[in-house]
T-cell receptor, first 113, second 113 residues
Framework: DAGITQSPRHKVTETGTPVTLRCHQT?????MYWYRQDPGHGLRLIHYSYGVKDTDKGEVSDGYSVSRSKTEDFLLTLESATSSQTSVYFCAIRTGTDLYEQYFGPGTRLTVT | GNSVTQMEGPVTLSEEAFLTINCTYTATGYPSLFWYVQYPGEGLQLLLK?????DKGSNKGFEATYRKETTSFHLEKGSVQVSDSAVYFC????????????FGQGTRLTINP
């Protein structure tokens, strides 16, 4: 168990409001990732982080920003939520010695009305 | 570009049936290949992996062989159980940009007793 939690687990918000999702890990892993999961698309990378204050964009980063001020926390912010951002959001951390092995959190289901 | 294509779901089988879920990929270079599994209400878990051509990954009775000549990584199990019901994702790992994973769209598997 890599000790990764996400909060909130469920959220309903209105179009145009800001939303922040939190990913927390307990084992000081360097790499953290945010994905969204949508039917027919699998998981798509939004942003990732390779250290404190070091972040980069993934393939679907428009409309999202991230911050990592501490090793253990990686925040995903929707500055002005839109209905197209209704999705399930997963945080992941890179664990172990394998370059690509990622451990996923339980997910946050976000609904934008 | 880099992409993963999985067989369309959903797939429904009877207990003890033989399972194959097809996965093919397009990638530059020599990616690592993965199968992840998502049980209802949970995040993704790594099921098995292969890091080079002709490697066979195996776990929990599931197997997949990295076939470079056919760019495939098909998932197989000889005798499925009801507890195998889940969504299965094929993914490739890229060295570019902090070891990203590229996922297929997922295949939902239901096993009936």
């Amino acid at each position: 168990d890599a000790g990764i939690t996400q909060s909130p687990r469920h959220k309903v918000t209105e179009t145009g409001t800001p939303v922040t999702l939190r990913c927390h890990q307990t084992e000081n892993h360097r790499y953290m990732y945010w994905y969204r999961q949508d039917p027919g698309h699998g998981l798509r990378l939004i942003h990732y982080s390779y250290g404190v204050k070091d972040t980069d964009k993934g393939e679907v980063s428009d409309g999202y920003s991230v911050s990592r001020s501490k090793t253990e926390d990686f925040l995903l912010t929707l500055e002005s939520a839109t209905s197209s951002q209704t999705s399930v959001y997963f945080c992941a951390i890179r664990t172990g010695t394998d370059l690509y092995e990622q451990y996923f959190g339980p997910g946050t289901r976000l609904t934008v009305t | 570009g880099n992409s993963v294509t999985q067989m369309e779901g959903p797939v429904t089988l009877s207990e003890e049936a033989f399972l194959t879920i097809n996965c093919t990929y397009t990638a530059t270079g020599y990616p690592s290949l993965f199968w992840y599994v998502q049980y209802p209400g949970e995040g993704l878990q790594l099921l098995l992996k292969a890091t080079k051509a002709d490697d066979k990954g195996s776990n929990k009775g599931f197997e997949a062989t990295y076939r470079k000549e056919t760019t495939s990584f098909h998932l197989e199990k000889g005798s499925v159980q009801v507890s195998d019901s889940a969504v299965y994702f094929c993914a490739l790992g890229l060295i570019q940009g902090a070891q990203k994973l590229v996922f297929g769209q997922g295949t939902r598997l239901t096993i009936n007793p």
